[in-house]
Each structure stands twice: as C-alpha cells, then as structure tokens.
C-alpha cells in the first residue's frame, strides 16, 4: 500500500492545478455584534478551512458553489451555529451573524474547522449547552450514546475507544496537546473535568496522516473554554450540582474580563463523588475527587489571533471496582496534569491561505496503589508505582490555493521525555501503620521522539472530489537503567490516505477511502516491568511498531431539516501489539494481524427551533485472523435515540435511550454480557441566562446491568438524580 499512496497522490496534485476562480469576502461577527477575530470557517463537502482576520474579514477563495452549509468556529476552536446560504451579496463583503451551536451538530463529512482529516471520517461536535444538560463526569460518560464508541475498564479510570481500538489507538486531545498515559488500557483523562471545557469534538475514522501515532480508531479533541478577545466587561459563570445515588457534589466558576489588549479568564473547579450504589447495592471503592484551576488569554495581533493557557488539573483516591474489591482493593491516590499552551493563527495573502502555529508542554504523574485488606479494611500490604513524564509537542501548518484546490502542509514534533517509573513495597509493622521493604526502579530514564512531516491535497475532476495525504515520520526511542537497562529503537514510517466522493444526487453523496496509518508502542510496553491495574507485567523490548490498512465508505445525505449518515468500515492491523498472561502474570507481544469491522447509522432532526431528534445504530466485529479469536474491546451492537428542547428561556427537558444487544462473542479478557436498555431524562427551567435549574435522572429503570464486559467488571450505577444551578453574572 506505501507504493500506491505516494504515485496517487502526486497525481492528485496535477490535477488540481487545473482551474482558478475567484473568491467572496464575508465579515463574521457573533450574535452580540462583535466580530469573530480569527474565526474557522469550513464549507460542508469541501476541503480545507479559512481564517477571518483581526476584523473578522474571510475571503472564501475559491468561491464554493451555493448553497452551501457553513461550519464557523470561534478563534478557540468552540464550534458555533452552522448557517446556510443560498446567495452571496451584490455589494461585498457580506456580513454574517453567527449565533452559538447550543447542542450537537452530527453526520458532517469530516468538518472540524482546524482538524485535517481523511474525507470520510466521521464527525460530531457537541457543545457547551448540551454538556450543561447532560451534565457529564468524564469523557466516556460524554460518548455514551456516539455510534462506535466503547469503553474500557471499571470505575472512573474507564477508557474511552472508538470503533473497537482503545489501548492507545484513539487519539484523545486536550486543546493542541496529546493526553499520554503509561497505563496500558489506554489514556483516559481521568483528571479532567468536561465542565472546564467549551465544546467537545468526537472523529471517527483514521487521522494518522495528520497526527502521527495513536489515531487509528479516531480522534476525541476537548477544548478548554476560553475568554472571547472582545471581552464585554467582567462575566462570571458558575455552576453548582449535587447527586444522590452516585453521591457527589461539584462547582465550578470563571471570570471573564480585559486584560492586556485582549480577554482574560480564570476558572476553578471541584467534584468529589463517594461510592455509588447499583440496583443490588453499593459498589465499593467507587470514590472519586476531582480539582484544578484554570486560565486562559486571547488577543488579537495583527490579522491573527494568539491564545495561551494553563490547566492545572488533579485527581485523587480514584477507584478501579472489582469483584474482590473488598479484601483486594485497587486505586488510583493521585492523578496530576499541568498543561501549557501556546497559539498563534492567522489568515495569509495571495494564494497562501492560512498559518497556524502551536506549542503545547505537559507534566504528569500517575500513583497506582494496590492494597490486600484485612477484615477492617485496613492495608496490610501494598505495591506502589509511581510514574512521571514530561510531553512537548511542537505543530506547524500552512494551507494555500492550487486553483480550485487546496493545499495543507505541515510538520510536528512530539516527545515524551523525562519517564521514569518506581515501585514500591510496603507491609504493616507491629503498629498497623505501613513501611517501605523494597523499592526498584522499573524505568529509570526513558523517552520518545516523533519528527513528523505531512501533506494533505484536496480538489475535484469533473464531478468527484478527490483527497490524498501523505506523512513522513521518524520515531527514536531511548532508555537508560531501570530492569531492562539500556535499549533504544528507530523506526521510519510512512502514513497516507486517498479518498473520492461523488454526488449521487442531489444531497447524497457517496465516499470511498483508503487509509494507511501506524503505531509505535508505549514506552512502558517496552520498558517497564512491575505493578498494573490488572496484575504484574513485563515489557518487551523487541516489539515492532504496528501497521494498519483501513477501508471506509461513507453515504451522506443533507436537507433543510435532515442529516443522514452511513459508514461501514474494515481495519486490518498488522503486528498487533497484544498483552497476554502466564499463570498471574501478563506480557507482551506482536500477534499476527487483527481484523476490526463495523456499520454506523446516524440521523439529525431540526423539528423546530429548540427542538432536535438524534437517532444512532451500530454494529461491529473484531477478530485475530490467524486462528479467528475474538479481540477484546468490541462494543456491542446498539441503538441509541435523544429527543432535546433547549429554549433559552422556560421549560426546558431531554429524553435519551439505549439498547444494547447481548455481548456473546467476549475477547480473551472480558466475560460475556446480556443485552439490556438504560433511559435517561432531564427537566428544567431557565429562567434567564443568569439561573438556570436542572434535573437529571439517570438509568431511570433502576436496570442491572454490568459497566463494561471486562472480565473484573462491577456493576453499574443504578437509577440517580443530580440537581444543577447553573448562569452567567
């Protein structure tokens, strides 16, 4: 497949320098007047994306055919309300009042206004109004009705998947940084809070050209709520909950004002939740607390828009529930991420189109306790790892015009540095308290470099459009001491996708793709020995990167009032890194080639202004095609529907179901689970932007039900209630 992706895309590039045409000019401004400095602007069907000037100017060059749906997205990212237009003005430039996105835009040919994706990846943005209604906990708790998302593991660590392919094969971003952690079953944010953030975009489909490692089921971007640069005088918003049956409580405020030129924000939050009860009783070692604060700055420059912020977010005494939790308990003491970033984007002259420049730098550390209890629940001994490292990645991109094409070029430099990992011993002494008897250093310095090169072009003959990418990277990793000693690895790879559309009729548009992407493993998989959630395990410093070959169709159809979508995929993963266990004890190793293949369904609804319908079906399979085993971490096949009316002002309620089918075919370590259905519902009333009360019930049926099929699950939370006052001052 490397043959075929470099001739198809240097092909791809002559034929777009064909035709030229001109372009339109609009000014964007909010619903408030100001206009939107260093806006996105994304053409629905089309590649690429524009960015407004310091005065929220955009020139759409070349100009799209009307009428056309346009994806506008602030400075930061946060996505706003998609408009549509059926003519342009005879006088330019035409002024657009761009009003918020409010709830969930789906089914969006791969349109996220900064993201460069593969034409057939699958895109949904939900925004900050819908999380105020749902009012979620974690990333996974977000994606519970996303068609192909899964979920991995107990508790509040659960990992979110999409498309069968966690263990750091989806790609989870917060703002321009990667979210890297050394735990096996994946990253899970764990530390972060969803009502820190502004918005929260879910890609399904492959984005290894683009992104390097890590994105082979997709990408779930979070992006942190951020001050607007027009700051109209000093906002605060709050937000204060409590729950019975997950038993918890959380605030958050921020406060907006001016500073320096441009708009300033600084936010807190807390949530600390105690162990939650099932339909047949309390789940122990459930437990959770969450803090941090926050700040963020945005001003304008010139014709561009720079942004920093800073996130410092802990997690603490956070469980992992099992079955033997009660004389065996497993936890997470601490969970701690500081994170910087630093933007600068703006739009360009002549046939460069735009530039976009970010920095992001990440300190993090992870502590994994595991105690054997007395009949007290007292430790009478325990095993200790505690991990750290450090992340910088580094992005530049450029996009011009190749006639009626687009261009993006661009390069990235990620690193994880500074790792080091320590286990520890404890026992009880004669006074019950716990002392160190041994501690070993299962990783004394290690780290990775990724230096990535990447090339996207997209442009049409006749009637089909055509998309290619290509990427370039370099990967070393190094590690000095620690159990496995002194080792290194260097490996070149080559990432690329081709894809053509073509419009079948009048708004049903038929894509085909062909994807190649890669992986390289954890530097744990290599060089860690020690203590995990789930056992002892030992890397394997011979492990190849992985490969994949991924084939996607997608069938998208667009009205005034309807998106429809459909997407069947198959992923081939060659050299599949898989972790296996002897006796009690688990390793690693390259297996052969797994196969993942699945169906999506998705539809949208505007039934009226407030009022939207979204419906969900899916279905996938995965196995290793050496000998046909099942894989793990297959979501079973559901289907999900929400019914939401979100006025801005007065009664306001949310209807959301999902069934799922019984999971039979479990991989080596999960279990099997019975089908069964949960509904979910929310009634409240906003009285002004200033307060605004909600009721949310969860797993109203009080339904029994295990939280995931891996084979230490516990049950899942029963029926709850949380109670939301919310506004902004």
Request: charged share 25%; glycine share 12%; proline share 6%.
């Amino acid at each position: 497949m490397k043959r075929f992706l470099t001739p198809v895309f240097f092909s791809l590039l002559l034929i777009s320098m064909v035709h030229s045409i001109f372009g339109v000019e609009l000014v964007l401004v909010s619903s408030n007047g100001r206009p939107l400095a260093g806006a996105h602007v994304t053409v629905v069907g089309l590649p690429g994306s524009w960015i407004a000037d310091g005065q929220g100017l955009v020139d759409l060059d070349p100009t799209p055919d009307l009428p056309v749906v346009l994806i506008v997205a602030r400075a930061d990212g946060v996505a706003l309300k998609p408009m549509t237009l059926v003519e342009w003005a005879e006088e330019p430039p035409q002024t657009l009042v761009i009003g918020a996105i409010g709830g969930t835009v789906e089914v969006v040919s791969a349109v996220i206004s900064d993201l460069e994706l593969p034409p057939a990846a699958v895109a949904t943005i939900l925004g900050r109004e819908e999380l105020d209604q749902r009012v979620p906990t974690s990333l996974s708790d977000v994606m519970a009705t996303v068609p192909g998302a899964g979920r991995g593991g107990e508790g509040r660590s659960v990992v979110p998947s999409l498309r069968g392919l966690p263990k750091h094969r989806t790609l989870i971003l917060l703002d321009d940084g990667r979210v890297v952690t050394e735990r096996r079953a994946g990253a899970s944010a764990t530390f972060l809070d969803p009502d820190t953030l502004g918005e929260i975009e879910v890609i399904r489909g492959p984005g290894s050209v683009a992104y390097g490692s890590d994105a082979f089921g997709g990408i779930i971007r979070a992006r942190s709520r951020m001050p607007s640069p027009y700051p109209d005088g000093i906002g605060v918003r709050y937000a204060l909950e409590g729950a019975q049956g997950m038993p918890g409580w959380g605030a958050a405020a921020d406060v907006e004002m001016p500073l320096a030129g441009g708009g300033f924000l600084l936010g807190a939050h807390v949530r600390d939740y105690s162990d939650y009860s099932s339909p047949e009783g309390e789940v122990f070692d459930t437990r959770w607390e969450t803090w941090g604060i926050r700040a963020g700055w945005q001003r304008v420059i010139g014709r561009g828009v720079l942004r920093m912020s800073w996130r410092s977010d802990r997690a603490r005494d956070v469980g992992k529930p099992s079955p033997e939790s009660k004389t065996k308990r497993r936890f997470y003491p601490l969970e701690d991420s500081d994170r910087l970033n630093l933007a600068f984007e703006q739009p360009l002259s002549g046939d460069w189109k735009r530039l976009s420049v970010s920095v992001a730098w990440d300190r993090y550390q992870l502590v994994l306790n595991k105690d054997d209890l007395d009949p007290g629940s007292q430790p009478t001994e325990r095993a200790q790892s505690d991990t750290r490292a450090n992340d910088m990645e580094m992005r530049l991109e450029v996009e011009r015009s190749l006639g009626s094409s687009r261009l993006v070029l661009g390069a990235n430099i990620t690193s994880r540095y500074g790792l080091e990992s320590l286990n520890t011993g404890f026992e009880a002494g004669p006074d019950g308290q716990l002392q160190e008897i041994f501690s070993e250093k299962a990783i004394k310095d290690a780290e990775n470099q990724d230096y990535g090169l990447f090339a996207a072009l997209h442009g049409s003959l006749g009637p089909v459009r055509l998309s290619g990418g290509l990427r370039l990277d370099l990967v070393r990793t190094s590690n000095s001491g620690g159990y496995f000693g002194d080792h290194s690895t260097s490996d070149e790879a080559v990432s690329g996708y081709v894809g053509a559309g073509i419009e079948l009729v009048d708004n049903l548009e038929l894509t085909l793709q062909l994807a190649r992407g890669f992986r390289d493993p954890l530097l744990s998989d290599r060089y860690y020995r020690g203590e995990t959630g789930r056992g002892f395990i030992t890397g394997n410093p011979g492990l190849d990167p992985e490969t994949a070959n991924q084939f996607d169709l997608a069938l998208r159809y667009r009205s005034g009032t309807w998106n429809v979508g459909g997407s069947a995929y198959l992923y081939r993963i060659r050299d599949m890194v898989e972790r296996y266990k002897i006796d009690d004890d688990y390793f690693f190793r390259n297996r052969g080639e797994g196969e993942i293949r699945g169906i999506e369904l998705e539809a949208a609804r505007s039934l009226s202004d407030s009022l939207s319908l979204h419906l969900g079906a899916w279905w996938l399979d995965g196995e290793v095609r050496d000998d046909g085993s099942p894989v793990d971490d297959i979501p079973a096949p559901g289907v999900s529907l929400v019914l939401r009316d979100s006025k801005p002002e007065g009664l306001r309620w949310m209807i959301r179901g999902a069934a799922f089918a019984r999971h039979d075919d479990p991989g080596p370590s999960e279990q099997i689970i019975p089908g069964y259905a949960v509904l979910d519902g929310a009634i409240g009333w906003a009285f002004s932007e200033k307060i605004q009360l909600q009721l949310l019930g969860r797993n109203l049926f009080d339904r029994t039900y295990l939280g995931s099929a891996d084979e230490d699950a516990v049950l899942a939370p029963g029926r709850s209630f949380t109670l939301t006052l919310r506004g902004r001052l």
